[in-house]
């Protein structure tokens, strides 16, 4: 969402780097290019005016015009900046040990049900016992949604009924909680096409019935900064404790995210990252940040790949000597890759990955099919040795996987060129129990 936003604000800062010194004129002339790239990402105007002022404030002091690496100062003043726009520090929802009830509001479309149960996986695998609540009774296939994802992840959906009073819905629930304890309910309600004071007064009622512990609102960044101001008609009718902002991996320019917490006064509780069930993410403004000026997400990356530790049941954790890295080894690593997203989103996460990538270019996903079938149609043998892969064994190898022998010759020639890369790394790091800050 935010590439067109970090391709511009890098561009700008490309222009700081490398003169040596910078003066006064040159912070406000990149910083009016900086509150136009804002502004074309759809950035509320009092959020990039204020932005550009705090920054400006900042950088044009004596201590950094005459640093020695004024540019670096100025960049690290822009993302703190950033960092407090998009609210500063990480918020997660309140959480007790018992009593949790959370009410997701917002309007049709927002993506609320989707939302509800990706909600209750990441906190089922967390031990939670969640209770899914179908109380959406204006949309057609609304419950049948819920109850089909509850199914899905093994949660259990209370459905409200057609017709059914706030009153009589929340005495059902109690009672059903009374029978089946849960420590977290969450409650998925009616979206509203807009601000309906029928269906308001109705979500006020079930609010003030169910007593939720935390009323969060969904909002949907495919519709911008507009979407915001009914925030504020929801927090002054029912009450808005946090927001969740589905569809983050979406095509939109980031504006509704950037200009939510200062429109709002809201925290940002979490992103929807994809339509996957486990697409949903602790916002952190830092790291969001840190994205969007290029710098990348290595905690992010870090946080994906230690939640697939031990997933992987063909990683024997043989691979104990970067030398020895094989097509197994290449063909595991691919695998695991693949079950933390897209290559392109992990890309993504990787600092400076955004420079050796042309912006906007997408990795082929057939292209790492295509690589796993290759490797998948050798022996166990040729995986771990493939310097006996003659001719031969190729043409098999191609057959069986539905390529030529020219992909499996370029497979080959790149595994080979990783290898070595492999190799020298082996070389420079550190023996085992060597002392720091001493070669092996």
Known sequence: MFQS?????????????????????D??????????????????????????????????????????????????????????VLGGKSVLPTLKSEGNVWLLMGLQGAGKTTTAGKLAYRYKAQG????????????????????????????????????????????????????????????????????????????ADLSERVEPSERILVVDAMTG?????????????IGVTGLIMSKLDGDARGGAALSAKHVTGKPIYFAGMSEKIDGLEPFHPDRVA???????????????????????????????????FSLQD????????????????????????????????NIDEREIGRVEAIISSMTEAERHTPRILNAARR?????????????????????????KLMKRMGKRAPRRGARPGLRG
Do not use: C, W
């Open 5 to 25: 936003l970090g391709d511009r604000l890098q561009s700008v800062f490309d222009g700081l780097r490398g003169r040596g010194r910078l003066t006064e004129a």
């Open 27 to 84: 912070v406000k002339a990149a910083l009016r290019e900086v509150r136009v790239a804002l502004l074309e990402a759809d950035v509320n105007l009092e959020v990039a005016r204020e932005f550009t002022n705090r920054v400006q404030e900042k950088a044009i002091g004596s201590d950094v015009l005459m640093s020695l690496q004024p540019d670096q100062r100025v960049i690290a003043i822009v993302h703190d900046e950033l960092k407090e």
């Open 128 to 203: 939670r016992r969640v209770l899914l609540v179908a109380a959406d009774t204006q949309r057609p296939a609304a419950r049948d949604q819920l109850r089909v994802l509850g199914e899905q992840i093994g949660v259990p959906v209370f459905e409200v009924r057609d017709g059914e009073a706030p009153a009589s819905s929340a005495a059902r629930l109690k009672d059903h909680l009374r029978k089946d304890f849960r420590d977290l309910v969450i409650v998925d309600t009616a979206g509203r096409l807009q601000i309906d004071d029928a269906l308001m007064d109705e979500l």
């Open 225 to 237: 900064q507009q979407s915001l101001p009914v925030a504020t008609a929801f927090d002054q009718r």
């Open 290 to 324: 840190g994205r969007i000026l290029g710098m990348g997400d290595v905690l992010t990356l870090i946080e994906k790949a230690k939640a697939l530790e031990g997933d992987d049941e063909d990683d024997d954790g043989q691979m104990r000597n970067l030398g020895d």
């Open 330 to 361: 290449m063909l595991t690593q691919m695998r695991r890759i693949k079950q933390m997203g897209s290559f392109t989103d992990v890309l993504k996460l990787i600092p400076g990955a955004g420079k050796i990538v042309p912006a906007g270019t």
């Open 395 to 419: 043409k098999r190898i191609a057959r069986g996987s539905g390529t030529t022998v020219q992909d499996v010759n370029r497979l080959i020639n790149n595994y080979e060129e990783m290898r």
